[in-house]
Protein backbone atom coordinates (compact mmCIF):
# COMPACT_ATOMS: atom_id res chain seq x y z
CA UNK A 1 0.00 0.00 0.00
CA UNK A 2 1.27 3.57 -0.42
CA UNK A 3 0.15 6.95 0.50
CA UNK A 4 0.36 10.30 -1.72
CA UNK A 5 0.55 13.39 -0.83
CA UNK A 6 0.60 15.81 -3.70
CA UNK A 7 1.79 19.75 -2.93
CA UNK A 8 3.55 22.93 -5.24
CA UNK A 9 0.37 24.15 -6.94
CA UNK A 10 -0.73 27.47 -6.91
CA UNK A 11 -2.15 30.89 -8.53
CA UNK A 12 0.58 31.35 -11.48
CA UNK A 13 0.24 33.75 -14.37
CA UNK A 14 -0.39 32.36 -18.30
CA UNK A 15 3.27 31.58 -19.98
CA UNK A 16 4.37 30.48 -16.27
CA UNK A 17 5.84 27.54 -14.59
CA UNK A 18 5.29 25.77 -12.01
CA UNK A 19 6.38 22.18 -10.39
CA UNK A 20 3.97 19.79 -8.50
CA UNK A 21 5.77 17.66 -6.57
CA UNK A 22 4.24 13.68 -4.87
CA UNK A 23 5.45 12.55 -1.94
CA UNK A 24 5.15 8.66 -1.65
CA UNK A 25 5.16 6.80 2.01
CA UNK A 26 4.31 2.93 2.27
CA UNK A 27 5.51 0.46 -0.22
CA UNK A 28 8.52 1.10 -2.47
CA UNK A 29 7.47 2.78 -5.48
CA UNK A 30 9.08 1.02 -8.13
CA UNK A 31 6.99 -1.11 -8.80
CA UNK A 32 3.87 1.37 -9.56
CA UNK A 33 3.06 3.25 -12.65
CA UNK A 34 3.71 6.80 -11.40
CA UNK A 35 0.67 9.19 -13.13
CA UNK A 36 -0.40 12.80 -13.40
CA UNK A 37 -4.43 13.56 -13.75
CA UNK A 38 -6.18 16.59 -13.88
CA UNK A 39 -9.85 17.71 -13.14
CA UNK A 40 -11.13 21.29 -14.17
CA UNK A 41 -14.07 22.28 -12.74
CA UNK A 42 -17.31 20.40 -13.99
CA UNK A 43 -15.23 18.22 -16.20
CA UNK A 44 -13.73 14.97 -15.93
CA UNK A 45 -10.36 13.93 -14.80
CA UNK A 46 -8.35 13.32 -17.28
CA UNK A 47 -4.59 11.89 -17.92
CA UNK A 48 -1.69 14.31 -18.18
CA UNK A 49 1.56 12.16 -18.10
CA UNK A 50 2.59 8.86 -16.70
CA UNK A 51 6.32 6.97 -15.77
CA UNK A 52 6.81 3.83 -15.61
CA UNK A 53 10.23 2.43 -13.44
CA UNK A 54 12.83 2.56 -16.09
CA UNK A 55 10.86 3.25 -18.86
CA UNK A 56 9.67 5.92 -20.99
CA UNK A 57 6.79 8.53 -19.87
CA UNK A 58 3.94 9.19 -21.79
CA UNK A 59 2.35 12.42 -22.26
CA UNK A 60 -1.35 13.56 -23.68
CA UNK A 61 -1.22 15.63 -26.69
CA UNK A 62 -2.41 19.02 -24.23
CA UNK A 63 0.77 18.71 -22.53
CA UNK A 64 3.57 17.60 -24.77
CA UNK A 65 6.85 19.83 -25.19
CA UNK A 66 4.97 21.90 -22.02
CA UNK A 67 5.26 19.18 -19.26
CA UNK A 68 7.67 17.07 -17.59
CA UNK A 69 7.38 13.97 -15.43
CA UNK A 70 10.15 11.91 -13.45
CA UNK A 71 10.50 10.56 -10.62
CA UNK A 72 12.83 9.73 -7.95
CA UNK A 73 12.58 5.71 -6.21
CA UNK A 74 14.88 6.35 -3.62
CA UNK A 75 13.29 9.79 -2.16
CA UNK A 76 9.83 8.12 -3.51
CA UNK A 77 8.74 11.24 -5.09
CA UNK A 78 6.93 11.81 -8.47
CA UNK A 79 7.33 15.80 -9.89
CA UNK A 80 5.34 17.26 -12.97
CA UNK A 81 7.16 20.09 -14.29
CA UNK A 82 4.70 22.37 -16.26
CA UNK A 83 5.92 25.54 -18.42
CA UNK A 84 4.09 27.37 -20.98
CA UNK A 85 0.74 27.29 -18.72
CA UNK A 86 -2.38 28.47 -19.96
CA UNK A 87 -5.86 29.00 -18.11
CA UNK A 88 -6.90 25.68 -19.64
CA UNK A 89 -4.06 24.03 -17.54
CA UNK A 90 -6.22 24.84 -14.52
CA UNK A 91 -7.41 22.08 -12.70
CA UNK A 92 -7.18 19.93 -9.69
CA UNK A 93 -3.60 17.79 -9.98
CA UNK A 94 -3.69 14.57 -9.14
CA UNK A 95 -0.72 11.54 -8.37
CA UNK A 96 -1.93 8.09 -9.47
CA UNK A 97 0.24 5.06 -8.51
CA UNK A 98 -0.89 1.94 -10.30
CA UNK A 99 0.11 -1.67 -10.01
CA UNK A 100 -2.68 -4.23 -9.21
CA UNK A 101 -4.26 -1.69 -7.25
CA UNK A 102 -4.50 1.66 -7.50
CA UNK A 103 -3.89 4.54 -5.01
CA UNK A 104 -4.82 8.24 -5.24
CA UNK A 105 -3.54 11.91 -3.82
CA UNK A 106 -6.29 14.45 -2.31
CA UNK A 107 -5.49 16.72 -5.27
CA UNK A 108 -3.12 20.32 -5.56
CA UNK A 109 -4.71 23.14 -7.01
CA UNK A 110 -3.76 24.94 -10.24
CA UNK A 111 -4.77 28.07 -11.20
CA UNK A 112 -3.65 30.01 -14.12
CA UNK A 113 -4.77 33.61 -14.31
CA UNK A 114 -3.52 36.96 -15.06
Known amino acids: QVQLVESGGGLVQPGGSLRLSCAAS????????MSWYRQAPGKQRDFVASIPSGGNPNYADSVKGRFTISRDNVKKMVYLQMSGLGPEDTAVYYCKAAARREYWGQGTQVTVSS
Open 26 to 33: GSDISVYV
